[in-house]
């Protein structure tokens, strides 16, 4: 059985930084993509970031490029996303994702329950 | 950027069919998949490549695409598929993802 299990989320100041953490198992992590949804309060789905398996290439959405950072442990089956230069906006429950690829079909099979961000003063 | 649209919101009486639009404008040459999100929880895969189901998804549930349209179908919506539903795609330059901005259906 996957289990996709975040952690690191709190509390952090508007520009501050903070770095959340998703622990894999019950699957080749090596073999996977992984990612990061966000969900702001009382709002819908929105993709952040992924992480493919082989030749890690990292790709963002336009609203965290160059502020978040994407990366993982094979060895350890963990992932990891470096927030910086946080603001309110950034607000959410981050979930940890496995993508499924083949070809070029890519989504998402498999979901933690997330880990809450909140940026505030 | 790219853009999923959804209609914010869905109404059916349970046994009615409901049906949840998703446009954009590369579903002509990208797959779509729709997830369904109930309140506190993390999303499920209901459909994926436009119309497949996932083992243990009812047969209610069905999907189509034509064009740059998408549609979820659930026939015969009962009180239980109450919640949010959004589709997600690859953008035309499959680097990036992009989900619907969410549809919220009510089975009343």
């Known amino acids: 059985e996957v289990r996709l299990l975040e952690s690191g989320g709190g509390l952090v100041e508007p520009g501050g930084s903070l770095r959340v953490s998703c622990e894999a198992s019950?699957?080749?992590?090596?073999?996977?993509?992984m990612g990061w949804v966000r969900q702001a309060p009382g709002k819908g789905l929105e993709w952040v970031s992924v992480i493919y398996g082989g030749d890690k290439s990292r790709y963002y959405a336009e609203p965290v490029r160059g502020r978040f950072s994407i990366s993982r442990d094979n060895s350890r089956s963990m992932l990891y996303l470096q927030m910086n230069s946080l603001t309110a906006a950034d607000t959410g429950r981050y979930f940890c994702?496995?993508?499924?690829?083949?070809?070029?079909?890519?989504?998402?099979?498999?979901w933690g329950q997330g880990t809450l961000v909140t940026v505030s003063s | 950027s790219y853009d999923l649209t959804q209609p914010p919101s869905v109404s059916v009486s349970p046994g009615q069919t409901a049906r949840i639009t998703c446009s954009g404008e590369a579903l002509p040459k990208k797959y779509v998949y729709w997830y369904q999100q109930k309140s506190g929880q993390a999303p499920v895969l209901v459909i994926f490549e436009d119309n497949k189901r996932p083992s243990g998804i009812p047969e209610r549930f069905t999907g189509s695409s034509s064009g740059t349209m998408a549609t979820l179908t659930i026939s015969g919506a009962q009180v239980e598929d109450e919640g949010d539903y959004y589709c997600?795609?690859?953008?035309?330059?499959?680097?990036?993802?992009?989900f619907g901005g969410g549809t919220k259906l009510t089975v009343l």
């Open positions: 997600y795609s690859l953008t035309d330059t499959s680097d990036s993802r992009v």
């Open positions: 994702v496995k993508e499924f690829a083949h070809g070029s079909h890519r989504f998402f099979d498999s």
């Open positions: 019950g699957f080749t992590f090596s073999e996977f993509g």
